[in-house]
């Protein structure tokens, strides 16, 4: 199971952290990715990071969002700074044992999603 937290409502230019936490002794095998779903779009790929670290980034967010990983804890983190307008969307997480699969639907396992609000 996944769990999303730490959304909610901040002003534009400003930062927030997303938090996914993981049940399961396995979490450090899966290839983890935020994912993000505005109204009346497409859910989108944000940011992905590999068992060994690698990460991969959306063009929209690259040298804004930072994805990390605490395989002790078993969670997986959304550093989100200079916030824009067009970043609010439910943004979700998801785990799946291939690198790099940046479908939503190549995904195994998700979180139920946590709202991020960037008001002008």
């Known amino acids: 199971q996944l769990q999303a937290s730490g959304g909610g409502l901040v002003q534009a230019g400003g930062s927030l952290r997303l938090s996914c936490a993981a049940s399961g002794r396995t979490f450090s095998r899966y290839v983890m990715g935020w994912f993000r779903q505005a109204p009346g779009k497409e859910r989108e790929i944000v940011a992905a990071i590999a068992a060994s670290g690698s990460t991969y980034y959306a063009d929209s967010v690259k040298g804004r969002f930072t994805i990390s990983r605490d395989n002790a804890e078993n969670t997986v983190y959304l550093q989100m700074n200079s916030l824009k307008p067009e970043d609010t969307a439910v943004y979700y997480c998801?785990?799946?044992?291939?690198?790099?699969?940046?479908?939503?639907?190549?995904?195994?396992?998700w979180g139920q999603g946590t709202l991020v609000t960037v008001s002008s």
């Open positions: 998801a785990a799946v044992q291939r690198w790099l699969i940046r479908s939503p639907s190549g995904y195994d396992y």
